[in-house]
Nanobody
Framework: QVQLVESGGGLVKPGGSLRLSCATS????????MGWYRQAPGKERELVAG????????QYADSVKGRFTISRDDANKAVYLQMNNLNPEDTAVYFC??????????????????WGQGTQVTVSS
């Protein structure tokens, strides 16, 4: 059974930091590209950050470049999102996505694969 479980969300003041984690099970993690997406109220879900299945490349939304860092730990089948210098525009539910890339190297497309239930991030003073 495939599972993706996000954690680490919460309420933080502007300028603060959070580290999101996504624990996974039920699939061959090393074959999968991983991505973090977010959805704010009234807005469409958008890509925040992605990392290829080989961890050779990362990608970021322009709005988070220089503030967020995505990483993966294949041994522990987890992906992380370090978020620094948060601002109110980062408020959203953050979702973890896994997409099978084997035998190629790819980023998640956001249209396929497996999704977690999400974790709420609220940035407010």
């Amino acid at each position: 059974q495939v599972q993706l479980v996000e954690s680490g969300g919460g309420l933080v003041k502007p300028g603060g930091s959070l580290r999101l984690s996504c624990a996974t099970s039920g699939f061959t993690f090393s074959n999968y590209a991983m991505g973090w997406y977010r959805q704010a109220p009234g807005k469409e879900r958008e890509l925040v950050a992605g990392i290829t299945n080989t961890a050779s490349n990362t990608q970021y939304a322009d709005s988070v470049k220089g503030r967020f860092t995505i990483s993966r730990d294949d041994a522990n089948k987890a992906v992380y999102l370090q978020m620094n210098n948060l601002n109110p525009e980062d408020t959203a539910v953050y979702f973890c996505n896994a997409e099978d890339c084997s035998p190629h190297i790819c980023f998640t497309s956001g249209f396929f694969g497996h999704w977690g239930q999400g974790t709420q991030v609220t940035v407010s003073s």
